[in-house]
Structure formats: C-alpha cells, structure tokens
C-alpha cells in the first residue's frame, strides 16, 4: 500500500530517527564517562618571564637552527591565548615552529581585582614593552616580530608606532582598526554602552558579561544549534574531545581591567582614534605612518566580530612599502580551527613571518663604552654567550623588495 | 490510533480551544471594565452575580465524572458557565462606560462601600465576632472604612497612572514602548512609595534598601521588555517557518524531511535575529538593560557596604584604596628604575 503522511506515517518516520537518537546516547555516554584528554596547549614551551599576572613563554624550537629573527604573539585581553595552540592538529603554532620560527607568546592571565586600574598605556608601553624587550636581549636582536591577534593586533600597531626600533615586522590577525563601521553587530551594540559607568560599577569589567554579548550575536547557533550537533554527534570521541576543548576555550574569559576597557571602549568603538590620528597614548599622539616595517594584515572575510571593513583599513594608514594581506573565506575563529588553518591559512602565514625573519642584526654596542675597554675586557665581553649563541646564518632566499600591496590568498 | 481515541483528543481540542478563547475574552472584558478611573468597578456586586452564575452552571453539570462523555459534557458546561459570566462582564463594562460622565468620584465610591458592605453581611454570620472586636458589625465598620480608604488611595492612583499613557499611542507603539510606558506609570505610582523619605536611627540603610529596591524594580521591567523582544523574534520565527514548512510535508515524509526543517528553522531564525540586532529599538532595550542592570549593582553594592560598615571586613571600596594606592606606586617606582637605568647607561 502506498504510505501516505498520515499520523501513522510521521510517527513511523520519526519513530526510525528515535531509534538512532538512542543508539548515539547510549554510545555518547560511554565516550562522556570516559577519560577524555581535553588539555589545551599541546606544544611544549617554557616560561621565561613572569609579571605580575601575565607571563611570557618561549615554544620549545623543533629545528635545529631557529630563524634569528623571533617571533612573539600577543593575543587579545579577551579569551586566552591558547587559541593559537588548541590542540596537536589545530595549533598554528606548530606550523610557526616547522617553519623554523622562534616563537614566544604572552599570556595576559586572569586580572584580579587590584588591576582594575592598569590602563592600555600600562598594557603597551609597560607589559608588551618589557616583553619585547626580554625577547630583544634574550635572542641578541635589536627589532624583533611582532604579531597581534585581535584587540592584540590593535595593541601591536600602537606599539610598533610608538616603538619602530623594537620591531622588525608587524603582523597582525583579525584585528580591529577602523571602527566606525555597521557591519558588525559588536559595532552597533557598543554606541549603546556606557563604558565609564560599566569600569566604575564593575571594576574589572565580567569575562562572562562579554561572553554574554558574544553569544547574543548569533544566539541560535551559539546557544542552540552548537549543542544539537553535540548530540547528534555524541558517539564520536574525538568529536565530544574537540567540542569540549573548544567550549573550555570560549567560556574561559577573563576579567577586563576596567580602565583598560573603559579607555579601548571609548577611543575605538566610540571616537574612532586610531585611525583618526587623534588616540594618545602616555601623553603622545599615536600615528600609524610612524610603522614602516614590513606588515602582513591577515583577516577573515566572513568574520562577525572583527568585519573585514574593520581590519583592512590598516595597510592604507601605515607608512610601509611592503604590506600583504592574506584574506580568507572563514570566520573570526576558523582562522584557527578550521581543516584549512592547518593545511592553507597557517602555512602561508608561517611563510611570509619565515621569510622576514631571516637577517640577523648585533645589537650595537653603546658608543664610548668600546674605548674604554680594555683588551682583556673586550676579549671577555666577546665570550660572553647571550641565551642563544648566534651563529652565521649562510644567506638565503630573500624575497625581493616589494612595492604596493599584494593581496593574496582570497579564494571564492 | 484508535476512532474513538481520535475523537476524544479533538473533543478535547476544540473544548481547550473555547476554554482559552473565553478565557481572553473574559481577561480583556474585566480589564476594560476597571480601566475608567472615575467609575470604580463594582466589585462587590460583581463577584456576587459571578458567583450566582458560577454555582447554577456547575450545579447543572452534576457529580463527578464516570464516562468521558461526561466529562466532555461537564467541560462544555464550564465553558458556557464562563460564557455567561463574560456576557455578565461585558454588561458590567457597558454599565460602567455609560455612567462614567454622570457619577462623581465620592459618590462611586460610597456605592462601591455599601456594596462591599452588603456583601459582608451576606457572607459574615451575625454572631462571628474576630478577636479583639466588640461584635461582628464593628469589624464590618472597622473593615469598610479601610476598604474605603484603600479605594480612594487605588482611584487616585489610577488615575495618575492614565494620565501616563498617551491617548494617540498606536497598539504596535505600545507594545514598543511597554517599558516607557510602565516606567512612567511606577514612577507616578508605587515608585512614589518606594522612594519615600526614610526617617529614624536606620534612614541611611532604609534609603539604600529603597534604593535597591527600585533600581531592581526597573531593571526587571528593562529586562522584561528586553526578553521580550528576543521571544517575539522567536515566535515570528516560528510562524515563518511553519508557513515556510507546509511545502515540505506535503510531500512524502522521509528522515529527511526533519533535517530540512531543521536547516529552514536555523536560517530564519539566523536571519530575523540578525536584523532584529541591528534596530533602533533593540540596542534601545539593549541600553536600557545594561544602565538599569548598572544601577542595580551599584544600588546592591552601596546597601551591602553600608551593611558592613560595622563588621571587621574590609569592603570594597576600602580595598580599591589600597589597590590604587599600590598602582600608583608601583607606577612610580618603575618609572624611577627607568630614570636610573637612563642615567646609569648615560655615565
């Protein structure tokens, strides 16, 4: 008999879906009570600096000969910087490291209550400064990479801007520059905010009101559909693995420092500063054409937190001949943990920061102190090794100076 | 499933369905009747006739059932009880409507007394005296004059909560502005109680208590019209979508046919969430939402400093001293080793 959609007939239909609904609760629960390894931050590193909350780590090079030039990473305030380092197949990190970078990230911790009062002139020109500088001394160079992720990638700018002799390149990745944009609902959402009322009756400004306000921007998905597809998928280890790493991630959120949000509220969602040339910072005006180093600008083109509108802007407000920008059809967080990262977007990534951290510069010794050594102490200061000792780099392909940009790397 | 399990689910159905219908109507007829402030609802004599009309319908529908036809029978009965009862409001309301340029506020009230009066009497057997009462009629008159009082308090103040509405608001206006319009009515209302001078020993802790106490009655009406918003989204959505899904299982279901409404119901949503996020009106609630929530917490954290103002606990306050004290002066100090680490490379 021809089956017709008859009470009968739903029933039966989804009567078949029940049936495997089950079999994958029943196997989901044998993969949720068992031991799942859900640790982040597979690659091997070792804390070199630590102060206050933040810490600085150097990854464990797995070449034998690192590019001279290191590499270090500030990620945003918001969420922790493990992204870059998630898990064994979603790390870009190790893709730096088989380029044969020196890779050091900083990890800006949990702010407590006593730092509610650290403004982003103690975040750049003090932390990111005294991290630079470490690096600096630490690997014997005189400008280093600089590559900022996210709100990290608009600290990055300010500094190289306010500091071009530390840093040798700038990268930055899915990084808001430009704010006056409608394309992004964090854009919109912002102008109705009170950032000095949120920093004074807060303090510390929640991690989990801005989880909050991340999730509302597709509440749907991110709420909703995320955890139907963990069902539908709870019988595969590896796929109830990921997905709890990655919620471990997303709802690790810390605290922002009042002043600090009260401040990048203000001057970027509200007044636009940086790009305006008007945003100060200890007292000086920051201006983006002071950055004349190399820059690559990497964003994602279906991003809904950082538009695409928002970070290109930047390669037409610096003053450098060689700019790239790498754009890619993925969203804010597929940059780091989607199958192309690995394969595509890291890769290419590791390339352009390999290709520019091949010259190796001795730091200068200061004028006069040379004359007055003596022999012996000139013999002895020649000894002394710094943490790596240089050694001569026989000299390699360097990429030909570039004029304009070249964008590469868009693929429809 | 079987015929007759069929015809009791629609039997079922369809009593809901008048049950509900009724039940909003009835809802709306009362709301209007006590909406005209200078004519107070005759509530005594109201309750009275409902209750008439209550006890004839369910003595009709007989004992409990022992068939489901009688409860059917006895369910439809209820409904036309209710019926009844909506036709007896509506009559009300038109009562009501009718006398509201003739009656005067003192006179409506005394009406509204002597009825509430009378149905004491019928209520109050005449030897009940309540304790600390000389007879039953001394409490009728102790309990009246209160009643009469609580009247004229509830006339006044409705009628300052009209006078927030604007007559030319248009019903989607309304539904927009629920949270303006109610902010505007508490202020002129209870807002008035809430925020009354406190006097005495305790008056700074009874301020902040009042404080917080109002503050957290607007933040539940912003968050109110906030959740508001998000839910009417989510029932368009629906409505969308069901309109959308009548193609897909017109067809021969399959498994999946489940999948696709899925995939439909995900990308309008998406979409009608996605546009509802970028009007006006919704980072109006939005703002709205955040401010009220803010003066809440800093309402909550003043009372709870001021609570522990008198234990050996450091507060808050007291602590975010020290913490700016120990910013500054580590502020100081690493610019001082700055100024020596330039002196020392200068020498």
Redesign the interface.
Same mark, same amino acid.
């Given at each position: 008999m021809e089956p017709t959609n008859s009470m009968d007939q739903i029933s039966s239909v989804f009567a078949k879906r029940l049936v495997k609904l089950q079999e994958r609760l029943l196997k989901g629960t044998e993969v949720m009570t068992d031991p799942l390894d859900t640790s982040c931050g597979p690659t091997p590193k070792d804390e070199v600096l630590s102060v206050d909350r933040w810490k600085l780590y150097r990854y464990r090079p797995v070449v034998k000969n690192p590019k001279p030039i290191p590499v270090i990473i500030f990620y945003a305030l918001i969420n922790r910087y493990y992204m870059v380092d998630l898990q064994s197949d979603r790390s870009m990190v190790s893709k730096f490291l088989e380029a044969g970078l020196d890779v050091y990230v900083v990890d800006w911790g949990h702010p407590s209550r006593g730092d509610r009062y650290l403004t982003m002139e103690d975040y750049i020109d003090g932390y990111m400064n005294q991290a630079v500088d470490f690096v600096r001394k630490q690997s014997g160079q005189d400008a280093i990479t600089v590559y900022g992720i996210c709100q990290g990638g608009t600290f990055s700018s300010i500094y190289t801007s306010r500091y071009p002799e530390k840093v040798k390149n700038l990268a930055i990745m899915v990084a808001p520059i430009d704010f006056d944009t409608d394309k992004g609902l964090l854009n919109v959402w912002s102008r109705s905010l009170d950032p000095d009322r949120m920093a004074e009756t807060f303090g510390n400004v929640p991690g989990d009101f801005m989880n909050m306000g991340f999730l509302l921007l597709n509440p749907l998905r991110l709420m909703f559909h995320k955890y139907v597809d963990l069902v539908d998928h709870m019988n595969d280890k590896d796929f109830v693995t990921n997905f709890v790493r990655m919620e471990r991630w997303i709802f690790d959120s810390p605290d922002q420092a009042g002043e600090a949000f009260r401040q990048f509220v203000k001057c970027m969602y509200h007044k636009n500063q940086l790009v305006k040339g008007e945003f100060e910072l200890g007292g000086k005006l920051v201006n983006l054409k002071n950055i004349t180093q190399p820059v690559l600008n990497v964003f994602a083109e279906k991003d809904h937190l950082v538009p695409p509108d928002s970070s290109r802007p930047f390669t037409d407000l610096v003053g450098s001949k060689d700019k790239t920008v790498l754009s890619y059809p993925t969203g804010h967080i597929g940059l780091f943990t989607s199958g192309r990262s690995q394969k595509e977007y890291a890769p290419a990534i590791a390339k352009w920061l390999a290709e520019h951290s091949g010259q190796k510069k001795k730091r200068a010794k200061k004028a006069g102190v040379k004359a007055s050594m003596s022999d012996a102490s000139k013999e002895k200061a020649k000894k002394v090794p710094t943490a790596k000792t240089p050694k001569k780099i026989t000299k390699k392909k360097k990429a030909a100076s570039r004029k304009g940009t070249k964008t590469k790397g868009s693929k429809k | 499933?079987s015929e007759s399990t069929n015809q009791i689910l629609e039997m079922t159905l369809d009593l809901q369905k008048k049950w509900a219908e009724t039940a909003m109507k009835m809802s709306s007829a009362l709301s209007s009747a006590g909406s005209n402030p200078k004519q107070p609802l005759d509530a005594a004599a109201w309750m009275e006739q409902a209750q008439k009309i209550m006890a004839k319908g369910m003595a009709d529908s007989g004992a409990s059932p022992s068939s489901l036809s009688d409860l059917s029978e006895q369910l439809e009965q209820a409904a036309s009880t209710y019926a009844s009862l909506l036709g007896f409001a509506q009559a009300q309301s038109k009562k009501t409507d009718n006398a509201a340029e003739e009656s005067t506020e003192a006179n409506d009230i005394s009406a509204l007394l002597n009825q509430y009066q009378e149905m004491l009497s019928g209520w109050m057997p005449s030897e009940f005296a309540p304790p600390g009462m000389a007879s039953a009629e001394a409490w009728q008159k102790a309990s009246t004059t209160m009643m009469g009082n609580w009247a004229r308090l509830m006339t006044d103040l409705t009628q300052r909560a009209t006078d927030g509405f604007d007559a030319k608001t248009t019903p989607e206006d309304a539904v927009q502005g629920i949270y303006a319009s109610w902010l505007k009515s508490y202020e002129a209302t209870l807002g008035r109680f809430v925020n009354m001078p406190a006097v005495g020993p305790q008056r700074y802790s009874m301020e902040k208590l009042e404080k917080s106490t109002d503050t957290y009655l607007k933040y539940q009406a912003a968050n109110s019209d906030f959740q508001s918003k998000?839910t009417q989204t989510g029932i368009e959505t629906l409505q969308e979508v069901t309109e959308k899904a009548e193609g897909l %299982?017109?067809?021969?279901?399959?498994?999946e046919? %489940?999948d696709e409404f !899925?995939a439909l119901l995900?990308s309008v949503?998406?979409r009608r969430?996605?546009d509802l %996020?970028?009007t006006p009106l919704f980072?109006?609630s $939005?703002?709205a939402l955040?401010?009220t929530g $803010?003066d809440f $917490? #800093?309402s909550w954290?003043d009372l709870t400093e001021e609570t522990l103002k008198s234990t050996p606990i450091v507060t808050?306050s007291q602590? #975010?001293e020290m913490?700016?004290e120990? !910013?500054l002066l580590k502020?100081r100090l690493?610019q001082l080793e700055q100024r020596l680490g330039e002196q020392d490379?200068q020498e």
């Open positions: - | 499933m998000i %299982f017109s067809e021969k279901i399959e498994e046919t %489940f !899925y995900m949503g998406e969430y996605r %996020f970028s980072c109006q $939005l703002e955040v401010a $803010l $917490l #800093d954290n808050q602590a #975010d913490h700016k120990i !910013y502020k690493s490379s």
